[in-house]
């Protein structure tokens, strides 16, 4: 079997709770230490003109997520979901594997908040193949449930002998994904199904809402890491989840 150390975090594009500091360096650091496999990363800003000139000196001069993948995540992958004048920032994977093919998926619903589901196919050694999704769901349950069907209807689609692993921000506070995801896609959330509950997460230095997930399908096993309180309590407003899956 193939074992995957699987981190996703909300990244806040760079700045700590409430904007009050430019912490993305500090949120690289902390996450070279994890030494994940794969990375699923959201609110990551592929270009911002304001802020670079702004916090000149910090800003890196390549986009956050090259910035973030550094040399210990050779392949990675962008989803630009939302564009205003100043740049554009969306959902990212950095993967230690090779990304073969990925596709960004629009998931917006309505005017208000621009989101997507980006789909990366990932070769792993012996031949397997896995599908990883990194999604951000809105802030509204109604456009939730439509964006989870449209995470059923894609996964529909994957082969049931290929891996899936979906994971990001659900904003799922209510706790709804779970059934809707397990009954029509046969997944499993790994934190759910190993704690019994998916940890707090939101806001980080005092997490009080059940926010992000990792979900499963077609792996041989699946446990989750607890994460330390530091540093990522300081590094944005959500904690990560951190999860061992075998293949």
């Given amino acids: 079997m193939t074992e995957l150390k699987v981190l996703t975090v909300n990244i806040h594009k760079g700045f700590s709770s409430f904007n009050q500091r430019f912490v993305l360096h500090e949120l690289r650091e902390a996450a070279r230490e994890v ?3 794969l990375v699923f990363l959201q609110e990551v800003i592929g270009q911002h003109d304001n802020w670079a000139k702004r916090h ?14 550094d040399t210990l995540w050779p392949s990675y ?56 999704i ?22 529909s689609r994957i082969p049931k002998e290929e891996s899936v692993i979906v994971a990001g921000d659900f904003n799922d506070w209510r706790q709804k994904s779970q059934k809707i995801l397990s009954t029509e896609a046969g997944f ?13 997460t939101f806001p980080a230095f005092f997490p009080m809402l059940r926010l992000d997930r990792i979900y499963v399908r077609s792996v041989q096993e699946h446990h989750p890491i607890t994460m330390p309180k530091a540093p990522w309590n300081k590094l944005s407003d959500h904690t990560p989840l951190l999860a061992n899956i075998k293949i």
């Avoid at 205003?84 to 960004?104: D, F, P, R």
């Avoid at 990194?134 to 996964?155: F, G, K, P």
């Fill in 188 to 200: 499993e959330e790994v934190y759910i199904s190993g704690l019994g509950a998916p940890p707090k």
């Fill in 35 to 37: 030494s994940a496999d």
């Fill in 77 to 132: 992958a962008y989803g630009r979901n939302a564009v205003y004048q100043q740049g554009h920032h969306g959902n990212a994977l950095l993967s230690k594997y090779s990304i073969v093919h990925w596709e960004n998926y629009d998931a917006t619903v309505g005017k208000l908040e621009e989101r997507g589901l980006l789909h990366c196919h990932i070769d792993l050694p012996d031949n397997k193949r896995l599908h990883a």
């Fill in 134 to 155: 990194c999604v951000h769901l809105s802030l509204r349950e109604n456009d939730r449930q439509i964006q989870l069907a449209q995470i059923n209807e894609l996964v």
């Fill in 56 to 69: 000149s000196g910090k800003w890196p001069t390549e986009t956050q997520y090259e910035f973030l993948a």
